[in-house]
Protein backbone atom coordinates (compact mmCIF):
# COMPACT_ATOMS: atom_id res chain seq x y z
CA UNK A 1 0.00 0.00 0.00
CA UNK A 2 2.91 2.16 0.69
CA UNK A 3 4.62 1.43 -2.82
CA UNK A 4 0.94 2.54 -4.39
CA UNK A 5 1.03 5.65 -2.27
CA UNK A 6 4.77 6.68 -2.81
CA UNK A 7 3.66 7.02 -6.54
CA UNK A 8 3.90 10.69 -8.00
CA UNK A 9 0.69 11.81 -9.30
CA UNK A 10 0.04 13.53 -12.73
CA UNK A 11 -0.47 16.72 -12.39
CA UNK A 12 -4.19 18.10 -13.26
CA UNK A 13 -4.22 20.26 -16.54
CA UNK A 14 -6.10 23.64 -17.04
CA UNK A 15 -8.16 22.81 -20.01
CA UNK A 16 -7.23 26.50 -21.31
CA UNK A 17 -3.88 26.20 -20.93
CA UNK A 18 -3.81 23.31 -22.87
CA UNK A 19 -6.48 24.88 -25.54
CA UNK A 20 -4.17 27.67 -25.75
CA UNK A 21 -0.95 25.99 -26.59
CA UNK A 22 -2.39 23.44 -28.85
CA UNK A 23 -3.89 26.79 -31.08
CA UNK A 24 -0.46 28.31 -30.79
CA UNK A 25 1.62 25.55 -31.53
CA UNK A 26 -0.87 25.27 -34.39
CA UNK A 27 -0.50 28.64 -35.36
CA UNK A 28 3.25 28.23 -35.69
CA UNK A 29 3.01 25.68 -37.58
CA UNK A 30 -0.06 27.35 -40.44
CA UNK A 31 2.25 30.52 -40.41
CA UNK A 32 4.91 28.94 -41.30
CA UNK A 33 3.09 26.84 -44.19
CA UNK A 34 0.84 30.32 -45.31
CA UNK A 35 4.28 31.50 -45.70
CA UNK A 36 6.02 29.20 -47.79
CA UNK A 37 2.27 29.26 -50.07
CA UNK A 38 3.96 33.11 -50.82
CA UNK A 39 6.99 31.88 -51.79
CA UNK A 40 6.42 29.04 -53.43
CA UNK A 41 3.44 31.53 -55.58
CA UNK A 42 6.12 33.71 -56.28
CA UNK A 43 8.77 31.74 -57.29
CA UNK A 44 6.23 29.54 -59.61
CA UNK A 45 5.53 32.89 -61.38
CA UNK A 46 9.19 33.49 -61.96
CA UNK A 47 9.65 30.01 -63.40
CA UNK A 48 6.63 30.91 -65.49
CA UNK A 49 7.50 34.15 -66.59
CA UNK A 50 10.98 32.82 -67.54
CA UNK A 51 9.58 29.79 -69.32
CA UNK A 52 7.22 31.58 -71.96
CA UNK A 53 9.16 34.49 -72.23
CA UNK A 54 12.60 33.53 -72.24
CA UNK A 55 14.14 33.25 -75.49
CA UNK A 56 15.91 29.54 -75.13
CA UNK A 57 17.60 28.11 -78.48
CA UNK A 58 17.11 24.34 -77.01
CA UNK A 59 13.74 22.52 -76.38
CA UNK A 60 15.69 21.28 -73.18
CA UNK A 61 16.36 24.22 -71.71
CA UNK A 62 12.27 24.77 -72.18
CA UNK A 63 11.84 21.19 -70.65
CA UNK A 64 14.07 22.22 -67.61
CA UNK A 65 12.16 25.05 -66.77
CA UNK A 66 9.04 22.87 -67.06
CA UNK A 67 9.96 20.23 -64.77
CA UNK A 68 11.27 22.08 -62.45
CA UNK A 69 7.46 24.57 -62.72
CA UNK A 70 5.95 21.31 -62.34
CA UNK A 71 7.80 20.13 -59.65
CA UNK A 72 6.55 23.39 -57.59
CA UNK A 73 3.33 23.28 -58.61
CA UNK A 74 2.97 19.77 -56.61
CA UNK A 75 4.90 20.82 -53.78
CA UNK A 76 1.99 23.84 -53.80
CA UNK A 77 -0.66 21.95 -54.63
CA UNK A 78 0.52 19.28 -51.38
CA UNK A 79 1.42 22.49 -49.08
CA UNK A 80 -2.04 24.03 -49.41
CA UNK A 81 -3.74 20.60 -48.91
CA UNK A 82 -2.07 20.49 -45.42
CA UNK A 83 -2.34 23.55 -44.62
CA UNK A 84 -6.37 22.86 -44.71
CA UNK A 85 -5.84 20.42 -43.11
CA UNK A 86 -4.83 22.28 -40.06
CA UNK A 87 -6.50 24.77 -40.38
CA UNK A 88 -10.25 24.06 -41.12
CA UNK A 89 -10.51 22.26 -37.43
CA UNK A 90 -10.85 24.17 -34.05
CA UNK A 91 -10.03 22.10 -31.02
CA UNK A 92 -12.68 23.57 -29.07
CA UNK A 93 -15.55 22.29 -30.61
CA UNK A 94 -14.85 18.21 -31.05
CA UNK A 95 -11.55 17.77 -28.87
CA UNK A 96 -11.19 14.26 -29.24
CA UNK A 97 -12.39 14.23 -33.12
CA UNK A 98 -9.41 17.16 -33.10
CA UNK A 99 -7.33 14.77 -31.69
CA UNK A 100 -8.40 12.00 -34.06
CA UNK A 101 -7.58 14.71 -37.10
CA UNK A 102 -4.29 15.81 -35.83
CA UNK A 103 -3.36 11.87 -35.22
CA UNK A 104 -4.04 11.47 -38.96
CA UNK A 105 -2.60 14.80 -40.41
CA UNK A 106 0.49 13.80 -38.78
CA UNK A 107 0.28 10.38 -39.69
CA UNK A 108 -0.12 11.14 -43.35
CA UNK A 109 2.55 14.42 -43.15
CA UNK A 110 5.37 11.82 -42.13
CA UNK A 111 4.09 9.17 -44.84
CA UNK A 112 4.25 11.93 -47.63
CA UNK A 113 6.82 13.92 -46.54
CA UNK A 114 8.87 10.91 -46.65
CA UNK A 115 8.40 9.96 -50.34
CA UNK A 116 7.88 13.14 -51.76
CA UNK A 117 10.75 15.15 -50.64
CA UNK A 118 13.65 12.66 -52.32
CA UNK A 119 10.87 12.64 -55.72
CA UNK A 120 10.98 16.84 -55.42
CA UNK A 121 14.46 16.82 -55.15
CA UNK A 122 15.16 14.38 -57.68
CA UNK A 123 12.49 16.53 -60.31
CA UNK A 124 14.28 20.20 -59.04
CA UNK A 125 18.07 18.60 -59.57
CA UNK A 126 17.45 17.37 -63.40
CA UNK A 127 15.07 20.21 -64.22
CA UNK A 128 17.81 22.95 -63.14
CA UNK A 129 20.52 20.30 -65.04
CA UNK A 130 18.90 20.45 -67.84
CA UNK A 131 18.78 23.83 -67.85
CA UNK A 132 21.73 24.62 -67.29
CA UNK A 133 23.32 22.79 -70.09
CA UNK A 134 22.04 26.21 -72.07
CA UNK A 135 22.61 28.51 -69.81
CA UNK A 136 26.73 27.45 -69.05
CA UNK A 137 26.92 26.60 -72.43
CA UNK A 138 29.40 29.49 -72.84
CA UNK A 139 31.03 29.45 -69.51
CA UNK A 140 34.16 28.06 -68.60
CA UNK A 141 34.75 24.22 -67.58
CA UNK A 142 35.63 25.20 -63.96
CA UNK A 143 32.63 27.97 -64.06
CA UNK A 144 30.55 24.95 -64.88
CA UNK A 145 31.94 22.86 -62.42
CA UNK A 146 31.56 24.56 -59.55
CA UNK A 147 27.62 25.40 -60.63
CA UNK A 148 27.39 21.73 -60.51
CA UNK A 149 29.21 21.33 -57.73
CA UNK A 150 27.52 23.76 -55.75
CA UNK A 151 23.63 22.95 -56.60
CA UNK A 152 24.77 18.94 -55.97
CA UNK A 153 26.14 20.27 -52.32
CA UNK A 154 23.47 22.52 -51.68
CA UNK A 155 20.99 19.84 -52.48
CA UNK A 156 22.89 16.69 -50.56
CA UNK A 157 23.08 19.43 -47.41
CA UNK A 158 19.44 20.24 -47.89
CA UNK A 159 18.55 16.01 -48.04
CA UNK A 160 20.71 15.29 -45.18
CA UNK A 161 21.25 18.26 -42.89
CA UNK A 162 18.37 20.45 -43.13
CA UNK A 163 15.22 17.84 -43.75
CA UNK A 164 16.06 16.13 -41.03
CA UNK A 165 15.79 18.63 -38.58
CA UNK A 166 13.29 20.88 -39.90
CA UNK A 167 11.03 17.87 -39.63
CA UNK A 168 12.04 16.77 -36.37
CA UNK A 169 11.26 19.84 -34.93
CA UNK A 170 7.96 19.74 -36.61
CA UNK A 171 7.41 16.20 -35.31
CA UNK A 172 8.42 17.17 -31.73
CA UNK A 173 5.79 20.22 -31.87
CA UNK A 174 3.05 17.91 -32.95
CA UNK A 175 4.11 14.98 -30.45
CA UNK A 176 3.65 17.77 -27.74
CA UNK A 177 0.75 18.65 -28.89
CA UNK A 178 -0.92 15.46 -29.43
CA UNK A 179 0.44 14.36 -26.03
CA UNK A 180 -1.37 16.77 -24.20
CA UNK A 181 -4.46 16.94 -25.79
CA UNK A 182 -4.27 12.45 -25.11
CA UNK A 183 -3.56 13.68 -21.47
CA UNK A 184 -6.13 16.32 -21.20
CA UNK A 185 -8.70 13.48 -22.80
CA UNK A 186 -7.89 10.59 -19.81
CA UNK A 187 -8.08 13.32 -17.40
CA UNK A 188 -11.90 13.31 -18.19
CA UNK A 189 -12.55 9.86 -18.98
Same mark, same amino acid.
Given at each position: ????? *??????????????????? *??? /???? $? +?????? !??????????????? /?????????? /?????? @????MYLSTIVRQYHKLNK?? !????????????????? =?????? *???????????? /????????????? @??????? @?????? @????????????? $?????????? =?? +?????? $???????
Amino acid at each position: MSVWQ *GQPTQDQLSVDDVLKQVKK *GIR /GLTS $R +MYWSIV !AIAVIIVFAFLITFF /GAFNSWVTTA /GILIVL @ATMLMYLSTIVRQYHKLNKRD !ATVNPSEYLDSLKEYQK =NRTKVI *GWFYYLYILLIS /GGLSLYFIEVLQN @ASTYFKL @ATYGSI @AFWLLFTTFYVKP $RIFKNEEEKL =NL +MIDRLV $RLQDQFD
